[in-house]
């Protein structure tokens, strides 16, 4: 199977997971956008969704599901969201998309964080992929030189905004040895927004789509 078959597997298999008459929480990517598509065959079965970015917004209302705002929303049963790596305590990094913030904002409030993804996404060890930083735009030269002092290398992603109005350090060589720590040490940053380390908020349930079958990993 190629990877792009694998994510539509595993967007499949999180249908399984949506609770009845529930708003469910959506989250952002390649991957997330098969989920989208499979969501739509039981579109009558939910209220609708909480969306992490303008662009699964737009997916979701193009298939005619209903999209609330998280401030009019008291529960959210299920968030289901991609990842660029997992650990095997289910600890993500995520934000390649650049939709971190809107992404942890939905995975705090949810119940249950299902995270999709096919097997080259299971890492040994997080940092592989660089950990993006939302941040203030008025920071990125400060927040830049904290970041080398615990280590890390910086790198801007240019030409990129996110749905915040807000820009991406992409850092690279941090060795991620205490992903907690490292977490609560970059969101503690004046000018940063949040990190795309999900480690204190890890996902609960890893639906990892291989060659033969989905495997679901949990905590
Ligand atoms: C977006 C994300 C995505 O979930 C992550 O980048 C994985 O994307 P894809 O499913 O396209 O591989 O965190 O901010």
Do not use: W
Not at 33 to 54: M, P, R
Not at 175 to 197: A, C, D, S, W, Y
């Amino acid at each position: 199977m190629t990877q792009d078959e694998l994510k539509a597997l595993v967007g499949k298999a999180a249908v399984e997971y949506v609770e009845e008459g529930s708003i469910v929480g959506v989250g952002t990517g390649s991957t997330v956008n098969y989920f989208i598509d499979e969501l739509a065959t039981i579109k009558h079965k939910i209220q609708g969704a909480v969306s992490s970015s303008e662009a699964s917004t737009e997916r979701l209302k193009s298939h005619g599901i209903e999209v609330f705002e998280l401030n009019d929303v008291d529960r959210i049963p299920v968030y289901v969201d991609g990842a660029d790596e997992s650990n095997h305590l289910l600890q993500l990094v995520k934000g390649g998309g650049g939709a971190l913030t809107r992404e942890k904002i939905i995975a705090a409030v949810a119940d249950k964080f299902i995270c999709i993804a096919d097997e080259s996404k299971l890492v040994p060890r997080l940092g592989e992929f660089p950990i993006p930083i939302e941040v203030i735009p008025m920071a990125r030269s400060y927040v830049a030189r904290e970041v080398v002092k615990l280590g890390g290398d910086p790198v801007y992603r240019t030409g990129f905004t996110t749905d915040n109005g807000n820009v991406i350090l992409d850092v690279h060589g941090f060795e991620i040895n205490e992903p907690i720590k490292l977490e609560r040490l970059l969101n503690n940053i004046v000018g940063v927004v949040t990190n795309g380390l999900f480690a204190e908020r890890a996902a609960d349930v890893l639906l990892l789509g291989k060659q033969d079958s989905v495997e679901t990993l949990t905590r």
